[in-house]
Nanobody, 115 residues
Framework: QVQPVESGGGLVQAGGSLKLTCVASGRIFSSNVMAWHRQAPGKQRELVGSITSGGSTNYAASVKGRFTISRDNAKNTVSLQMNSLKPEDTAVYYC?????????WGQGTQVTVSS
């Protein structure tokens, strides 16, 4: 079992920044993918960005250039630096860790961007 735990959400004004962090515990093998997803009220959960254990990243078009995902393999953590936040970034942000084809989700952290 793998348990991701997110932190760092909160309320921020448009144009501001927030950094989310996810710490994953449990049986995490060296090869895995860590990702951030988000779900806004009334909308489907969507991928924000992902990063492989080798450091390859992928971003949703809506956040590219504003958000940066990074990881610390030694600490099993993944971070999401969010800059130039917009009201439409308001959502619950979830950390997902995929190990050997099985995905584990955190409970989520709320990010609210006021206009």
């Amino acid at each position: 079992q793998v348990q991701p735990v997110e932190s760092g959400g909160g309320l921020v004004q448009a144009g501001g920044s927030l950094k989310l962090t996810c710490v994953a515990s449990g049986r995490i093998f060296s090869s895995n993918v860590m990702a951030w997803h988000r779900q806004a009220p009334g909308k489907q959960r969507e991928l924000v960005g992902s990063i492989t254990s080798g450091g390859s990243t992928n971003y949703a078009a809506s956040v590219k250039g504003r958000f940066t995902i990074s990881r610390d393999n030694a600490k099993n953590t993944v971070s999401l630096q969010m800059n130039s936040l917009k009201p439409e970034d308001t959502a619950v942000y979830y950390c997902k860790v995929t190990v050997l084809g099985v995905s584990y989700w955190g409970q989520g952290t709320q990010v609210t961007v006021s206009s």
